[in-house]
């Protein structure tokens, strides 16, 4: 219930959307929350304590006007709330379902030690959400439209969010992918139960209205040379991210069974959506006693897509213990009511099995001193080997850098881990070492988070338009 007093927060608990039940979530590639009904939103939003000085806004990657928002939630102003929310992130919707909201805003809340901080990441989905279902769309009649067009080649958050700084600005984006949606791994690796597909979809024909272009099924370096972009744009934004797999470096890496993570998830993604090219790219897991590798987003992603497919058991290994572990504690939460467990503190060392993968061998750990990152490093305890069986084994341990070769024509540098410099400081935020060329997201920073993508995206865009001269 509504109160019209400053103590919202003591006597109206912190509440998220409801979940599904269980039986869904076990076999359905569909969002497993419920939307928030617009009374609950809106005093969940009044919860806020306005601070003078609001830590969520500091901590959020992109600065979102938070306690500005909720209050106009609060106020029944959706359309205002989303107005405001898109002043300073490009995918509001998409970063209300899968940010780490525990790390990031509502961790940094001041309610968030006694009372449950405010629930920041639903109540932005909720507001973008609305907003659309109302017709709302981006206000562009004040757009004073340029004769400048720039090349943006990736349509994942970072180019996405280059691309809507730009339209915002009248310069016009032409967004090249490889493939056959938006959204890069929005659409090709988070699945469904985190994002749904239709999201994006509804975004890419925003996007369009703003006025944005999409050249969708187009390899840039394949079916379009660079230098060809070079000569007929005014700049290029470059937000390739980062595909390399991470290997273990144990024995046992190629038997039969053993796969990388991502071809698992969007061979999943293909089949679910009907894209799927070749029937003998999608990896069944059902019936099959399943081992994931890793501790972050995209092991849970790989445990909970297993658990959807049928797997008789799956099981998720990680070097580390619970409260070192990197992905979102929400999706661990979730991953364990799914019916994944968890075994920590244990650590890979060899893949067994004669024809093909039979089990893995790990290893006990024990947290030792920080590492360079400043996380604990695992050390193996000796003689505490065990097998545990397996029929297959998911490597999820993150991506390395994947530049693209013909980035060395381009005269673009590289950094000593392969990743593309492009500082985020003046003359032009995120140029890199050829003028005419900014980047940003994965492929600058390693591989990290939805909204920081989305921040470097926007700030390159930036860039481009001071280098644009607009
Ligand atoms: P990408 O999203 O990788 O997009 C790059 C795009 O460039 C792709 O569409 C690709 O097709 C295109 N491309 C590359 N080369 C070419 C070329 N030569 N020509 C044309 N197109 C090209 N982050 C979160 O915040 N929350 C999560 O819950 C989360 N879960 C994740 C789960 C998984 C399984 C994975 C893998 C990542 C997850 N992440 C999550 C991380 C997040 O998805 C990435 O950090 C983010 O998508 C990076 O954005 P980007 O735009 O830099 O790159
Ligand atoms: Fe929180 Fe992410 Fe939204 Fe920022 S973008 S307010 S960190 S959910």
């Known amino acids: ?140 009649s004040n757009v004073k439209w340029t004769d400048k067009r720039v090349a943006i080649i990736g349509a994942g958050p970072a180019g996405l969010g280059c691309a809507d700084i730009l339209v915002r600005n009248g310069v016009k984006p032409v967004v090249f992918d490889r493939y056959p949606e938006i959204g890069g791994l929005l659409t090709f690796g988070i699945p469904e139960f985190k994002l749904e597909k239709s999201v994006m979809q509804n975004r890419r024909r925003v996007f369009e209205d703003m006025g944005v272009e999409f050249r969708l099924n ?7 040379e660079m230098t060809a972009l070079l000569q007929e744009f005014d700049a290029v934004f470059l937000g390739m991210g980062t595909y390399t797999y991470m290997k273990g470096g144990f024995p046992g890496e190629n038997l039969p069974g053993v796969y990388d993570a991502l071809p698992f998830l969007i061979a999943n993604v293909n089949r679910n959506m009907g894209w799927e090219k ?78 093909r993968v039979e089990g893995i061998k790990v290893v006990t750990t024990e947290l030792g001193e920080p590492d360079e990152k400043g996380r604990r490093r695992p050390v193996p305890v000796a ?53 005419k060329v900014f980047a940003g997201g994965d492929m600058v920073r390693g591989s990290d988070l939805v909204v920081t993508a989305i921040w470097e995206g926007r700030q390159a865009g930036e860039g481009i338009l001071d280098y644009l001269e607009i």
């Open 1 to 140: 219930q509504r109160l019209n007093n400053n103590f919202q927060f003591v006597q109206v608990e912190r509440g998220e959307p409801s979940k599904k039940g269980l039986l869904s979530r076990t076999r359905e590639f569909v969002e497993i929350y419920e939307p928030f009904e617009q009374k609950d939103a809106s005093s969940q939003a009044h919860r806020c304590l306005d601070c003078g000085n609001p830590y969520c806004e500091w901590k959020c990657p992109v600065h979102n006007y938070i306690p500005n928002w909720l209050k106009l939630l609060s106020d029944g102003n959706i359309l205002e709330a989303a107005e405001l929310s898109h002043m300073t992130n490009t995918l509001p919707e998409v970063c209300g379902r899968v940010c780490p909201q525990d790390r990031l805003c509502e961790g940094a809340c001041t309610l968030n030690q006694d009372f449950g901080a405010v629930t920041i990441g639903s109540a932005e989905k909720f507001i973008t959400d609305t907003a659309f279902a109302m017709g709302w769309r981006p206000d562009m």
């Open 218 to 224: 187009t390899e840039v370096g394949k079916d379009v």
């Open 278 to 355: 070749d029937s003998s790219d999608f990896i069944s897991v059902a019936g099959k006693r399943v081992v994931v590798l890793g501790g972050g987003d995209t092991a849970m992603d790989c445990n909970r897509t297993s658990i959807r497919q049928g797997a008789e058991a799956v099981v998720c290994a990680y070097r580390r213990d619970e409260a070192n572990m990197p992905g979102s504690r929400r999706e661990v939460q979730n991953a364990k009511e799914e019916g994944v467990e968890f075994l920590f503190n244990r650590q890979p060392i060899e893949i067994v099995g004669n024809d």
């Open 383 to 435: 003689g505490s080997e065990e097998i545990l069986p397996a029929d297959v084994v998911l490597i999820a341990f993150g991506f390395q850098p994947s530049p693209a070769p013909w980035l060395s024509d381009i005269d673009v540098e590289l950094n000593s881990w392969q990743g593309v410099i492009a500082p985020e400081e003046q003359p032009y935020k995120f140029q890199t070492s050829n003028p």
